[in-house]
């Protein structure tokens, strides 16, 4: 069995997470915490840490896992490009498997590798990302995402011409849309001479995330290195960039 020490265990994800990994026979909760706990009691008894916890928290207990030799799932969005690159060392030096994903929804990850396809007959795009008003960062992190992979490189913020026109990344323009009533929703929407295409993912209930999240927990245990999205999972790609 797999130990898992889950931090956030008590928000919309983590609850979740932490009743899969329960009813699994191939998993064992080793430990749950809140934002702010004390990790070292749960880590010493784990093998894997999966956090949705909040930015503030989510790279430090990152970093903590590493340093205890447990290998890190981190789902919190937020997380700056520096601190990943800190974060990907830190698992090179102690040749440590870890994943950090802005998604663990598979049709998510499917949305984006599709988007990719699109995007080389279909260049022009914007997205729209609609969520729940309890979402703390706009864009979303799957949209940010989006953009990283469809572009192939590190997005870039500027401001719009036009502000109503979102938030502009790399060119790309992103709406987000906060409303009771949702969960997540992304719509990645192309244009071109005399047509539109459309591709959307919804998410309906947060038990969407949790099949990713277990695939993660047994696959980070065979890597030595970090890496980001979890199409690096399901698709081979093990490149940590």
Request: charged share 20%; hydrophobic share 40%.
């Amino acid at each position: 069995m797999i130990s898992v020490l889950v931090a956030g265990a008590a928000g919309r994800v983590g609850s979740f997470v932490v009743r899969a990994l329960e009813e699994h026979p191939d998993f064992h909760v080793a430990g749950t915490c809140g934002r702010g706990d004390d990790l070292a009691p749960g880590l010493a008894e784990s093998q894997v840490l999966v956090d949705f916890t909040c930015p503030e928290a989510g790279f430090g207990n990152a970093i903590a896992a590493v340093e205890a030799g447990v290998h890190p799932v981190i789902g919190t969005s937020g997380i700056t490009e520096s601190q990943q690159r800190t974060l990907q060392k830190r698992c090179k030096d102690k040749r440590l498997g870890g994943l950090l994903a802005a998604n663990f929804a598979l049709g998510a990850v499917l949305l984006q590798r599709l988007s990719k396809q699109a995007s080389e007959f279909f260049p022009d795009f914007e997205i729209i990302e609609s969520h729940h008003p309890g979402k703390r960062d706009a864009p979303s992190g799957t949209a940010i995402d989006t953009v990283r992979r469809i572009k192939g490189a590190s997005p870039r913020a500027s401001t719009p011409e036009d502000p109503s026109r979102g938030w502009n990344l790399d060119g790309v323009s992103i709406h987000s849309v906060r409303l009771p009533g949702l969960i997540a929703e992304q719509e990645v929407r192309f244009g071109g001479p005399g047509q539109t295409l459309s591709l959307t993912h919804r998410i309906y209930e947060r038990a969407a995330f949790v099949p990713g999240v277990l695939l993660a927990c047994s696959r980070v245990l065979e890597l030595d290195h970090l890496v980001v999205g979890l199409d690096a999972l399901l698709f081979g790609a093990a490149d940590p960039a």
